[in-house]
């Protein structure tokens, strides 16, 4: 009898189009040698780190848990249901700066930013923990990082004389340098799965339309097949789910750009076209470059599917997702018992109502955390899931809106990285420094520790 001898692939291994590469998620046939001396899961599975920022600070009466596990939940976090298990919530942490503007900028560095109304003046202290992991693991991914947002950044100085810069993003390259985020979930999408990046300055001409007009699956869609006839039976499964978890994200993408149900005439068509014009006009002449006009919730899941795919597919083991800017003015209004904008209802005066208010905008957030989670844990690799093989942080810079205090800032750490987390549990940080629970996580992943400070780790990571 002929026995076919395992197949070995690399892990960098991309299925090859025309046009368009794809990277794979973790398989068997990619073996279980550890990358460098980098923590990895219990099967050599990646362990990746994601950051959701919420902006606004939370009703911390109804977010502090009242005992030392998650069994009973607080009203904001009653939507993780079971994935209580599967998170810790940290409380009693201090951010290293309050403020809208400053407290956005030191959530994921641990550093006060220095002040300064000169951009050269722009100083964080040190890179944010995104980026020192992103960069620490940047030879065995398509992208070191993966910079998500869902706001217009904002130019000038804020109320407190900071430059709206360290309000604008949550990741630092190093620690004058803010990274640019993605706005436009096909403009993530491609530059993920069609190897295609974007200029966002206007063009005097009329620029090639990003939208594909071939699947990027169909395209890989032979070499994929030849792959997956070589493969065992367990990759060949995991193989197929995941195509058809990347058909779907893009299938949603795209069917935000074509619309169902017109009927188009002539005369429709000739309008459309002028209206086309003058949007492009004052998006800056690029339509991929602008928040789509998409309800937020959905918006807010498209961008977590995304981040999910990217950390599945291997092509980045860190990311970051602003919900809003630092001080966010979204109006919330489409939420059940919510009127206004979430900075003005964020600045209750502790009026009964408005606290309520932020309480249910808080617990929406959460649900849309939870949905992250789930993705996560639907997507298999060995005889895990990714979430299990992950960090996912959620949390604010600021912990009430009303005083834009820095204390007891609300966070909530999911995943178990690859069996090194236990969770389940409420964690009081008793007045430590934000900076001692990205030590701890660098800590766990066998990454030096490059965030400045003193403090050193947080006890109960």
Request: charged share 20%; glycine share 10%; with cysteine.
């Amino acid at each position: 009898m002929n026995y076919i001898k395992p197949m070995r692939i690399s892990r960098r291994h991309m299925l090859r189009g025309v046009g368009a590469t794809m990277a794979l998620p973790f398989l068997e046939a990619m073996g279980a040698t550890p990358l460098k001396s980098l923590a990895v899961g219990p099967e050599g599975q990646p362990i990746r780190y994601a950051a959701i920022f919420m902006p606004n600070g939370v009703n911390t009466a109804q977010f502090t848990p009242t005992g030392s596990t998650l069994d009973t939940l607080p009203p904001i976090l009653q939507p993780l249901g079971s994935y209580a298990q599967h998170v810790n919530v940290i409380t009693g942490l201090k951010n290293a700066m309050g403020g809208h503007a400053g407290g956005t900028s030191s959530f994921l560095t641990g550093q006060r930013p220095k002040k300064g109304e000169n951009p050269a003046d722009v100083n964080i202290g040190n890179a944010s923990i995104d980026q020192i992991i992103g960069y620490a693991e940047k030879d065995s991914t398509a992208l070191p990082t993966l910079e998500l947002a869902m706001h217009t950044p904002r130019r000038g100085t804020s109320p407190s004389g900071l430059p709206w810069v360290y309000g604008n993003c949550v990741s630092w390259r190093n620690a004058t340098t803010p990274v640019p985020q993605e706005v436009n979930p096909m403009r993530a999408f491609m530059r993920l799965f069609e190897d295609a990046r974007l200029t966002s300055k206007p063009s005097r001409t009329r620029k090639k339309s990003f939208t594909p007009t071939k699947s990027v699956i169909d395209s890989v869609l032979d070499d994929a097949k030849q792959l997956q006839n070589r493969l065992g039976r367990d990759d060949q499964q995991k193989l197929d789910e995941y195509l058809t978890t990347v058909r779907d994200v893009e299938n949603r993408i795209l069917r935000q750009t074509q619309p169902k149900g017109l009927k188009i005439t002539e005369e429709i068509l000739a309008d459309i076209q002028n209206t086309e014009k003058k949007v492009k006009r004052s998006s800056g002449g690029d339509d991929l470059s602008v928040i789509p006009k998409i309800p937020f919730p959905e918006y807010t899941e498209m961008m977590m599917d995304i981040m999910a795919l990217a950390f599945w597919s291997n092509s980045t083991r860190a990311s970051t997702l602003m919900l809003g800017h630092g001080v966010d003015r979204r109006n919330m209004s489409f939420l059940d018992g919510v009127e206004g904008g979430h900075h003005s209802i964020s600045h209750h005066g502790n009026n009964p109502e408005k606290l309520q208010q932020q309480a249910l905008i808080n617990t929406f957030y959460v649900s849309q955390y939870t949905y992250f989670l789930e993705r996560l844990h639907s997507m298999k690799e060995g005889s895990n899931s990714v979430l299990e093989n992950s960090i996912v942080m959620m949390g604010s810079s600021i912990s009430n809106g009303q005083n834009h205090s820095p204390g007891n800032v609300p966070i909530i750490l999911g995943g178990n990285a690859g069996g090194r987390i236990k969770t389940n549990r409420h964690i009081n940080g008793a007045g430590a420094p934000i900076g001692t629970l990205h030590r701890s996580v660098l800590d766990t992943l066998n990454i030096d520790d490059q965030i400045k400070g003193k403090g050193g780790t947080l006890q109960g990571i």
